[in-house]
């Protein structure tokens, strides 16, 4: 795991010795184009936010790290308070999320972060294609329904989001 900042050799995962401690986890590919996009709002993020500890570990190197820390995909943020996780966020994110969660552990706070726009326009897009899919199929009530249930999930994420 090759580690940013106050980089003191813990194991990923163990617990910290200072109480205040806030760190967070990137995991990476050398593949992933979305994690090499991601790279330069991190850096900056966390150069205004010197308290954060920012780890990277590349999945590829250091898979044992990545199984313990339960890693299903790049890029994967985890925030950590006192050794604990307290968010995971999997997935290319907005400037916003990631300033809000330095942000947040910073204040010592879970991070309350929402699905990102894609995210929330795609779930809405997959629910009016299963619908679509099944009335056109004769109508197919199961999948009307599961399309009618996913284009709500992220219809309402939508109405969640604060204005700008």
């Given amino acids: 795991m090759k580690r940013t900042g106050a ?18 986890i990137v995991a990476t590919a050398p593949h992933c184009g979305a994690c090499k996009r991601m790279q330069p709002v991190l850096d900056a993020t966390a150069a205004r936010y010197p308290a954060i500890r920012l780890e990277k570990l590349d999945v590829s190197e250091d898979i044992g790290a990545a199984r313990a820390l339960k890693i299903l995909g790049t890029p994967t943020l985890i925030g950590k308070l006192e050794g604990k996780e307290v968010v995971r966020l999997a997935g290319r994110r907005p400037a916003e999320d990631i300033d809000r969660l330095f942000a947040s552990l910073t204040a010592g706070d879970v991070p ?19 619908i679509a899919i099944g009335l056109a199929t004769g109508p197919t009530w199961p999948l009307i329904a599961v399309g ?9 994420g939508f109405l969640r989001r604060p204005i700008r």
Avoid: E, F, K
């Fill in 7 to 24: 980089g003191d050799g813990r194991a990923p995962g163990s617990p910290s010795p200072d109480p205040g401690d806030a760190a967070v």
């Fill in 112 to 130: 309350v972060v929402g699905a990102s726009r894609p995210d929330l326009v795609l779930r809405l897009g997959a629910g009016i294609a299963l």
């Fill in 148 to 156: 009618g249930g996913v284009g709500v999930y992220g219809l309402t």
